[in-house]
């Protein structure tokens, strides 16, 4: 579910400029909602993974240990992006 709303955030945000100014606006509302709808499902989501392989009530552990990969995973790709932007950039300056 949360995978066809953020599907369906991303056609309306490419069809907008095609929709007019009203249209555009009312395009932005509602992917707005559905990207709020998609937060809201992947939260939910996740609790039920985090539960799932929590074992004798280590929910914290499990949560704790998921959300230093997860903060690590964004750290890499985030030199990982400064990197390959730097190297394709025209650094004609």
Same mark, same amino acid.
């Given at each position: 579910m949360a995978d066809i709303a953020n599907d369906l955030a991303f056609v309306f945000?490419?069809?907008s400029p095609r929709l007019g100014l009203l249209g555009r606006? *009312? !395009?932005f509302c509602l992917t707005s909602?559905?990207?709020a709808?998609?937060?809201?499902?992947g *939260? !939910?989501?996740r609790t039920a993974v985090i539960k799932h392989q929590a074992i004798s009530n280590n929910i914290a552990d499990v949560s704790a240990k998921d959300s230093s990969q997860e903060t690590l995973a964004n750290l890499i790709g985030l030199f990982l992006?400064?990197?390959l932007i730097y190297s394709v950039a025209d650094n004609d300056q």
């Open positions: 945000d490419i069809a606006h *009312s !395009a909602t559905l990207r709808i998609v937060g809201l499902l *939260s !939910a989501t992006n400064s990197i």
